[in-house]
């Protein structure tokens, strides 16, 4: 099968198929994603807390992405890749294409995902009009946590009008998709209604045309609580701490490696050596 492409994914929402959507960080766990069918790929700049151990995605730099963007690439064969656009790396149109072209050129990524409404509708068109699919992310944007903390948004009539306005010009600027982050359900619904373009939800309620998660939220990687909107369809982290403690305990006491993990000398070097 061939590598999804902007227009499947339009195509996806046409046929009222939904879309699921994954953040990957890097080689090995693209060939997972890969091997599960997943047919849209994130390399989100979460990859600051979730990679870098970071406390936001603000210090995440374009260098970053595309070092990660580089190493999914090399594991990923079929998924539509799109990358995020980090932290003050677009804030005028020429900062943007030059981020693009590098996470583009350098990253190999297909796409890239701005943080933003109708303020960097003229960004996003210019990157269009340059052959530079862009998805726009509205709602709970975590690259704005100072200014908007890291709290649902648009719950209020004023807001949620402003918000169904973004996600209109992003559309009319020339965007692919938009991902709704932490919104209320019946507003995302709304939106998705009102856009032609696929709507990605994270937080935001089951009316979305696709949904997007974080690799550790669903694998279940971290210990303790999981954001509300993650759902951990696995416990990787514990059988992972389970499967590394059962290793070291077994060196620990001498019974790994084995014979079976080992090479052996012929006898007659053995004899040659020993005399
Ligand atoms: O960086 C990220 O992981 C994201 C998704 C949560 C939408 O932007
Ligand atoms: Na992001």
């Known amino acids: 099968m061939r590598r999804t492409t902007i227009a499947d994914f339009q195509k996806m929402k046409d046929e009222g198929r939904r879309i699921a ?14 091997q599960a069918g997943v047919p849209v790929i994130l390399v989100g700049d979460s990859l600051g807390m979730v990679m870098q151990g970071q406390d936001t995605t603000l210090p995440v730099r374009v260098e970053d992405m ?30 943007a294409v030059n981020a693009a072209r590098r996470v583009m050129q350098e990253g190999g990524g297909q796409a890239l995902k701005l943080e933003g409404g109708r303020e960097i509708a003229p960004i996003v068109r210019r990157l269009t009009e340059m052959g530079v699919p862009v998805m726009g992310h509205l709602g709970l944007t975590p690259q704005a ?55 990605i939800g994270i937080g935001a309620g089951p009316g979305c045309d696709g949904q997007v ?63």
Do not use: N
């Not at 994954?22 to 766990?29: H, N």
């Not at 709704?180 to 032609?196: D, F, G, H, M, T």
């Not at 982290?237 to 077994?250: D, F, I, K, P």
């Open 145 to 199: 946590q100072h200014q908007i903390g890291l709290r649902a948004q648009a719950k209020q009539v004023e807001a949620a009008r402003k918000l169904l306005d973004d996600a209109r010009a992003l559309e009319e600027a020339g965007a692919f998709g938009i991902v709704l982050e932490v919104i209320p359900a019946e507003l995302a619904e709304r939106v998705s209604k009102s856009v032609a373009i696929p709507t």
């Open 66 to 95: 595309i070092y990660h963007a580089q190493m999914v690439r090399r594991g990923s064969h079929k998924a539509l890749i799109v990358v995020d656009l980090p932290f003050l790396s677009y804030a005028t149109e020429q900062d």
């Open 21 to 34: 959507m994954l953040t990957v960080y890097d080689y090995a766990s693209a060939l997972i994603a890969e």
């Open 213 to 275: 998660q974080v690799w550790h939220d669903v694998l279940g990687l971290f210990e303790g609580k999981s954001p509300r909107h993650a759902h951990r369809f696995a416990e990787i982290g514990e059988q992972m701490v389970g499967a590394l403690s059962h290793y070291v305990r077994q060196v620990e006491e001498g019974s790994f490696p084995t014979q079976a993990q080992s090479v052996s000398m012929k006898p007659d070097v053995l004899k040659a050596l020993e005399s």
